[in-house]
């Protein structure tokens, strides 16, 4: 079965001769465990699609399935906290908690949810992100990367589904960059995650298992890079 599934999404912005739309009858599958790449120019309808896929943004019309659930089909409540359990969300600008520390920020969502993160999890989040030694620093401390890598442990913690990253190193340097991209990589590998990452960098996508090439809300390439034997 597929992790994500979408069929027909069409997404309108304002209404009358200010309308733009976004996507166009846009459908795509995501097999379980796949690294996916949404590649395509400024406003092709990128981020929409992720917004759409995380259940944030409901389409005008089309179905979206996130691990075999129908998500606009859920009441608003009961959609909150399937994307909370399944959906991970990963942003260019990284949302910390500034008086929290890294360990702090992780285990907040879960936290918020009645379900307190436990020490082994947290210990092996800190160990895939490499941030065991900056476990009790406040964000003001750290680095772009070490910062963009706790928002992934976060996004990870509740060991979701999916992981859907909006151009998640737009604003680092290319050792950081590799550092995110190996970081996603492992999550993809050992934890099984399917990830699916918003960029407009053709290098970056090359990385990935699939790229998904869009232009003016519509996906008019897919390219299969690597078959997983997972
Ligand atoms: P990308 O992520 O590929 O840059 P977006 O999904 O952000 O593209 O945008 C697709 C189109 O929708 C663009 O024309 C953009 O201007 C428009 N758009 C996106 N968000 C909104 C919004 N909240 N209100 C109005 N127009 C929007
Ligand atoms: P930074 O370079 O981000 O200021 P560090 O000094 O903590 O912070 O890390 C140095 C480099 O180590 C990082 O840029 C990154 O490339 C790498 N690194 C070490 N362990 C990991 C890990 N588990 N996940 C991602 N990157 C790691």
């Known amino acids: 079965s597929w992790s994500i599934e979408a069929e027909q999404i069409r997404k309108t912005y304002g209404s009358g001769n200010t309308a733009v739309c976004a996507l166009r009858e846009t459908s795509l599958r995501i097999k379980r465990g796949q690294f996916a790449a949404i590649l395509g120019p400024s406003g092709c309808g990128k981020s929409t699609l992720l917004h759409v896929l995380g259940g944030i943004d ?131 590998t050992r934890q099984h995650t399917t990830i699916i990452m918003v960029t407009h960098d053709e290098a970056l996508a090359k990385q990935c298992d699939r790229v998904l090439y869009m232009e003016d809300g519509r996906i008019l390439r897919d390219t299969l890079l690597r078959k997983e034997e997972k």
Request: proline share 6%; glycine share 8%; net charge positive.
């Open 58 to 188: 409901e389409p005008d019309s089309g179905r979206v399935w996130v691990d075999g659930r129908e998500l606009y089909r859920m009441k608003k409540g009961e959609r909150s906290i399937f994307r909370r359990r399944q959906i991970g969300m990963v942003y260019q600008s990284i949302y910390l908690l500034p008086s929290l520390n890294v360990e702090e920020n992780i285990a907040l969502p879960l936290l918020l949810d009645g379900k307190p993160l436990s020490a082994q999890r947290l210990q092996e989040l800190l160990a895939v992100t490499g941030l065991t030694k900056k476990r009790e620093a406040l964000p003001c401390h750290l680095s772009g990367g070490q910062q963009q890598r706790t928002a992934i442990a976060r996004a990870a913690a509740p060991s979701p589904a999916v992981i859907l990253a909006d151009e998640p190193t737009g604003n680092l340097d290319s050792r950081n960059r590799d550092a995110i991209m190996g970081l996603f990589r492992r999550l993809n």
